[in-house]
């Protein structure tokens, strides 16, 4: 697996399976060939992508922090509230 990190904060904000081509330039990053989803809020001065990881099996967005080694809970996250099911 792969997580690309903010570089500020260590938040895992993705995670991609090995083989997804994963393209980080000075704008943006590009995930995927042909192109799945760019995304413009990264790019090579605020995040990094760290290779051969094995995530939390809880894994959510931002919920854990990611050193290179070391996976932490992020204290400063709140699990999203529980819906409701209609009776």
Do not use: R
């Not at 001065?45 to 760290?50: D, E, P, R, V």
């Not at 094995?54 to 699990?79: C, H, M, R, S």
């Amino acid at each position: 697996m792969k997580t690309l990190c903010l570089i500020e904060s260590n938040k895992s904000v993705f995670i991609f399976n090995d083989n997804e081509v994963i393209e980080i330039n000075d704008v943006n990053i590009i995930v995927g060939i042909p192109i799945k989803f760019i995304i413009n809020e990264l790019n090579s001065n605020n995040s990094k992508l760290w290779e051969k990881i094995q995530a939390p099996d809880d894994w959510i967005g931002v919920k854990y922090l990611f050193d290179g080694t070391t996976w932490t809970k992020n204290p400063d996250y709140i699990e999203p509230p529980v819906a409701s099911q209609a009776e």
